[in-house]
């Protein structure tokens, strides 16, 4: 079956930087857009970075300018480089894999990103 292993999340103080990844396993991961949202404590999961197949890629504006989204599609991997965190970047943080046209979506476990003020 599908997998997505989110990895990389942790404690980190305001300022501070994390790297996500997230391994995907039994796709052909380079047909996918490739996605990683975030939900927070009483909040909807939303959208914070989005890579095409492509390499096209697109940030929720709280975060442009300190996250950068990137993919590996040699290593079947995806990852968001995080830095200047700050405390209202706490949330749990998702990848989603989607096949265009086909409405054929995947989504991984999650990692909890801790940001200490």
């Known amino acids: 079956q599908v997998q997505l292993v989110e990895s990389g999340g942790g404690l980190v103080r305001a300022g501070g930087s994390l790297r996500l990844s997230c391994a995907a396993s039994?796709?052909?991961?380079?047909?996918?857009?490739m996605g990683w949202y975030r939900q927070a404590p009483g909040k909807q999961r939303e959208l914070v970075a989005a890579i095409t197949r492509s390499g096209s890629t697109d940030y929720t504006q709280s975060v442009r300018g300190r996250f950068t989204i990137s993919r590996d599609n040699a290593k079947n991997t995806l990852y968001l480089q995080m830095n200047s965190l700050k405390p209202e970047d706490t949330a749990v943080y998702y990848c989603k894999a989607d096949l265009p046209l086909v409405s054929i979506n995947y989504w991984g476990q999650g990692t909890q990103v801790t940001v200490s003020a």
């Open positions: 039994r796709i052909t991961f380079s047909y996918y857009d």
